[in-house]
């Protein structure tokens, strides 16, 4: 009972919270549709006041021979409800008009909502979630908000104000009635509760299911070659059929309950209709006061629109019920786009930045203007600001780090990077490597320990001001649609095309850019399908070198370029790295022999350190590696 009572809560505060994010969208709009709703709601149960009228008048008029004399009584209420129907069809197309720009601008500022909450979320929530199943918030999610918002609000507002309306009507007219008719309704509400309510669990789990679905369908695309190349198509469509089952048992789950909830409804509303029409003739016949606040006596004319109102107040509760799966679905749905909404920020308390300074005097001064120099700005609790020229001098102290608390991924790390310094790490696969340049950038935070740029305790300078001073290349390389020079410009938005194209030039990358069709205005799709893997890492590489940061960081950047590319890429690298402070992380030792400092990482922990030289001569594990004694797993 207390985890129905939660669910029901919890749906409660999804409807009260996407009514305020509409409202908060549309200020106006909003509130005027509404109006239109209620109003269009209000005129269609108008009807039946106007037939027990003319009803009325015909019964009363009928044989008494003045039929010429009340003609035009009844004309007039005719002409009374032809305006309000003209009145109903504009109020109809102007709430239409305005729900079609709700519905679309609430989409779109969802979407902008959970992009921007993307950009926010820390590296850990992208590790850890099915890509796929984050693109669902995109599609799926958002198209069942759509369906929510265009048509089952909508509905639920009309069928809400019209079974009012037609209540209180009803209630006017004869109380015995509306006691049938609210017998009935309830009976249909019971229904509506014990079939429909079934569906709302279904209807989640079917959303997280095609979720799962969509994540390992792009798993699939990405990995097709692979597929290919190990024959792998029969297990993988094997496993695409076991998900595939899933999200089917759990939507048709769903669509089970929801689809025999119409036809009961239907039957029970025809059932009732006969239940209405036998009542008023019981009472009819039998003479019954009848009890009613217009303190009319029960006639043919209150019996006869009354079963109209009845039809109309049935089919508005089964139109409800009829908006289950859209309604359940939008709430799961919703969900779902709250809780991404939701989500915790990447948690930033840095308060030094990194500014622009120029020198006068001997002092470091703060400029507005771009001047190629760079200071770590720190302001002080006395309220004095000191300015620390930045070097790229890196140091970690007895540093501890676990993805997953009790298993260790790093253990009591000690290591210094001076300005200029090239430092390379070297160990087997999960060793560590990746992982301390991932706490040098604070894509994830450390356990124990310390690590300080030019001095400064990482945890202090902001993330982003902290990663503009270091640069990245990957060994998955990362193009984005737009044309070359764009991919290399993402480095520094605000490089010129001649700083692109030196950058360029340093990596290596001049000479096959230039090939293109149309040079450095080729236009790249798809991650750049249409280049080598190569090239792709040569134009990675380019775009760390018009980023110019004091600090690089090479993860396997050349593991994707031939041995002849890498010769030449190895020039521009040097050029790169000169002056600069450079972690590195290869396999291939050869690419780290003229490294100052080669680090010897093994399960988390550094068991040797020094020069290629030194460590040749202790004959440790690097000496193994090397001489091929024993190789990298």
């Known amino acids: 009972m207390k985890t129905k009572t939660n669910i029901i809560g919890n749906k409660k505060s999804i409807v009260i919270r996407l009514l305020k994010d509409i409202y908060k969208f549309h200020p106006v709009k909003f509130p005027l549709a509404v109006i239109c709703i209620i109003f269009n709601a209000t005129i269609s149960s108008i009807p039946a006041v ?36 003209v009145l109903s069809i504009l109020s109809n197309i102007l709430y239409n008009q305005l729900m079609a720009i709700i519905n679309q601008g609430t989409l779109k500022k969802f979407r902008i909502k959970m992009f921007n909450k993307m950009q926010t979320l820390p590296i850990k929530y992208v590790d850890t979630n099915n890509h796929g199943d984050i693109m669902s918030y995109y599609t799926n999610d958002i198209d069942t908000l759509r369906q929510l918002i265009s048509q089952s609000i909508p509905q639920l507002l009309i069928s809400g104000v019209t079974v009012l309306t037609v209540f209180s009507i009803m209630l006017y007219y004869c109380f015995w009635l509306t006691l049938v008719v609210v017998t009935g309704v309830i009976v249909m509400l019971f229904i509506t509760r014990k079939v429909g309510g079934g569906s709302a669990k279904y209807f989640i789990k079917q959303q997280k299911a095609l979720g799962r679905l969509e994540g390992f369908a792009e798993e699939m695309m990405n990995g097709q070659k692979v597929i290919k190349v190990f024959c792998h198509e029969n297990e993988s469509k094997a496993d695409f059929d076991k998900i595939n089952e899933a999200l089917f048992n759990d939507a048709r789950a769903a669509n089970r309950y929801a689809n ?16 209405v029409a036998i009542t008023g003739g019981i009472l009819l016949t039998l003479g019954v006061p009848n009890l009613s606040i217009s303190g009319k006596a029960l006639q043919i004319s209150i019996v006869v629109p009354f079963l109209n109102m009845t039809k109309q107040f049935a089919g508005n509760i089964n ?6 799966n859209a309604i359940v679905m939008g709430l799961a749905g919703a969900k779902r786009i709250y809780d991404l909404i939701d989500e915790e920020p990447e948690q930033d308390n840095g308060y030094v930045s990194l500014v622009n300074v120029r020198e006068e005097n001997g002092q470091l001064v703060e400029s507005k203007e771009r001047t190629g120099l760079w200071a770590w700005k720190h302001p002080h ?44 790490f070297v160990g087997a696969t999960g060793a560590g490597k990746t992982t301390i340049t991932n706490l040098l950038n604070r894509f994830y935070d450390i356990a124990d320990g310390k690590i300080r740029y030019d001095g400064i305790n990482i945890n202090k300078i902001k993330k982003p001001d902290l990663r503009r001073a270091i640069g990245m290349v990957l060994q998955d390389t990362n193009l984005f649609t737009g044309t070359v020079m764009d991919n290399i410009r993402y480095g520094r938005l605000d490089a010129t095309d001649e700083e692109c194209i030196a950058a360029a030039k340093l990596a290596g990358a001049d000479d096959f850019i230039r090939r293109l069709p149309d040079g450095y205005n080729t236009m790249l799709t798809e991650n750049g399908a249409n280049l ?40 521009g690298m040097d050029a790169l790295m000169e002056g600069r402070t450079v972690f590195v992380i290869a396999h291939r030792l050869s690419t780290v022999k003229n490294s100052d400092v080669i680090i010897v990482l093994d399960h988390g922990r550094i068991i040797e350190k020094g020069s290629h030289e030194e460590l040749i001569q202790k004959k440790g594990q690097y000496y193994q590696l090397y001489t091929g004694a024993f190789e990298l797993e």
């Open 260 to 275: 025999i909830l119409g036809p009961i409804l239907n039957n029970v509303g025809n059932v009732l209709y006969v239940i």
């Open 532 to 571: 080598s893997q190569g090239q792709r890492q040569l134009i990675s590489i380019a775009r760390a070198a018009v980023a110019d940061p004091p600090v690089m960081i090479l993860d396997e950047a050349t593991s994707s370029i031939d041995t002849r590319t890498e010769a030449i890429v190895q020039r």
């Open 381 to 424: 609790g006395d309220g004095t600001v000191t300015y620390t020229k930045l070097a790229g001098d890196v140091r970690m102290y007895n540093v501890d780090f676990e993805y997953e608390p009790g298993k260790p991924v790093l253990n009591d790390v000690s290591l210094y990077a001076k300005p200029g310094q090239k430092v390379a």
């Open 319 to 324: 139109q409800v019920s009829h908006q289950t």
């Open 50 to 85: 106007f037939m027990q009228n003319i009803i009325a008048i015909v019964e009363q008029n009928w044989q008494t021979g003045v039929w010429n004399a009340v003609k035009g009584r009844i004309l007039y209420f005719v002409a009374i409800l032809a305006v309000f129907y």
